[in-house]
């Protein structure tokens, strides 16, 4: 998977597949990039579906810790 931030990337041959046919060797791109410091640029801003993947998966636990946390201070 390529995306912003991330240490390591790796993705499928699909992916790669279909990455290159959008971004063909030669075409014009818009890049996007911080300004101050130029070594971070990307191709696709925003937040990914991995980030709201993670963030329900991340509140799922929360949720459950509380109800469980709950039940135990009641029934103790």
Same mark, same amino acid.
């Given at each position: ?22 971004? %063909? ?9 911080? %300004?101050s !410091? *130029?070594?971070?640029? !990307?191709?696709? %801003? ?8 993670l ?6 636990? *929360?949720i459950f ?11 103790k």
């Open positions: 998977m390529v995306a912003y931030g991330m240490k390591s990337v790796s993705a499928g041959r699909g992916f790669a597949e279909r990455f290159v046919k959008k971004y %063909p060797r030669g075409k014009d791109i818009k890049v996007f990039y911080d %300004p !410091v *130029m070594s971070t640029s !990307v191709l696709e %801003p925003g937040l990914s579906k991995r980030s709201f993947i963030f329900a998966f991340g509140m799922s636990f *929360m810790g509380i109800c469980f946390a709950t039940v135990a201070w009641l029934f």
